[in-house]
């Protein structure tokens, strides 16, 4: 007897365990905008059975948004539970001398889940700055960074895979320099390192060390962020995957980024994890329009003109040539919509800044095939996992993170949540959103210390209800509505939390 009631004690602690501390796996893409993805556009091109495969079995939210149109100012969104205009990438994003932009006494998503016995791993493009003051030393400890935010484990690019530094950071320390450097004030040359990081193998890489990872720690709850790098330029798919696609070497691109998707899903299947885990697929922003020009080749005998060198495993398909345009290719040879239907493309504050793909899998708990107008954003991300484990966040963390929990999984019984964004481009010009309607400023702000003023006249005003493409500018139709709109804005900015 004592036996059958410890086996059934057992069996009903792990049921415990499975349904109040699921795994989660957060796959954050680089540069993705919403025609990116065959579910999202069905009239594209490209080829992502995976991610379509993906928002078969789980939810797909139409309205979701990346805080910022560039990449750091949305990480540190998705991480904090706060908008970038909270804290000090409110105009800027990170360079490789910025500091860690993240404060240590802020509650994190990854700082949660380990104080609820998750293991975390942070694996991927890092973009938030090492050290209190930035890196004086690269060849030294690159702390405080992601293990000093919740992360145990940490295998990042301090950028991009195009940046200078061509290895990798593992827990605070450049891999592969050679013995007796002990000083770097920049990124380490390649006579400084033991092996260089390919271009063209780092999503490949960044996807088995999370594999790994998984494996590892499958008998407790995960917490994996797995920041691929596709399709930010360069254009460098891996040589399997070139020549795939009908929009050229951009397609091939998404078709890998599909690729490893599939790898993660494959892995939770295999180790009968799949249930028991919510897998979240988004991208930091929206498309980028055009290449970087730059793009050099790492071959002695073709010189393409200024500009970073890529370092390739293979130059088969002239990658390295083509990295230049695949973009510009994509969009003006084949016709490829990268945002879409919305107007413009990162950096700027028109939708196709922000607009981004979301899908979110936990099978028998999210709706299967579902989609949701629920607006979402990734500063949501904190709260929403927090009500995924019953609890409700302090006032003081994740001031601008919504618990969307009900309607992820189905269970608000009056629909959708009415909301309003703050959104900011690359130089820090917002946009607000209230429910269907939109103010763009086309000024930045004037910020003195934590004091802010907002242009009194530089904006529009858009319905997204009927104007998706924001052709209409309506500030001088209404402009009660826009005033009312701006001085909302205003007070949610001064108050510092719209939670």
Known sequence: MKELFGLFL???????????????VFILVDDVGVGDIKSYYPSSKVKTPNIDSLAVQGMRFTQAYAPCSVCSPSRYALLSGFYPSRGPLRDKHVNTRSPLAIDLDMMTLPGFLKERGYRTAHIGKWHLGY???????????????PNEIGFDYHLGIPKNHNDDFKTYVENGRLLWLKDGIAELTTAPTKDQL???RYDDEVDSTLTEKAIEFIKENRDQPFFVCLALVATH?????REKFRGTS???QLGDYIYELDYHVGEIMATLDELELADDTILIFSSDNGAQKDDFQGAGKNSENLDLGAGRNLNLRSESHDVAVKARTAKTDARVKHGHRSNGDFRGYKAGNFEGGFRVPYIARWPGRIPAGVESDQIVTLADTL??????????LSDSAGGDSFDLSPVFLGEEAEGLMPRNV???AARGELAFRDGDWKLRFTEAPDWTGEEVELPESAYELYNLAYDLSEERDLSQEDPERAEAMRNHLLELLKRGRSR
């Open 131 to 145: 050290g209190s003051d930035g890196p004086p030393n690269w060849a030294g400890e690159l702390r405080p960074g």
């Open 422 to 424: 703050i959104l900011q």
């Open 246 to 248: 009908e929009i050229g």
């Open 233 to 237: 330029t360069h254009i460098t798919p």
């Open 194 to 196: 033991t092996k260089i």
């Open 383 to 392: 709260a929403t996992v927090a009500g995924f484990l019953g609890e409700e």
């Open 10 to 24: 057992f069996l009903v602690t792990g049921f415990a365990w499975a349904a109040e501390k699921p795994n989660i």
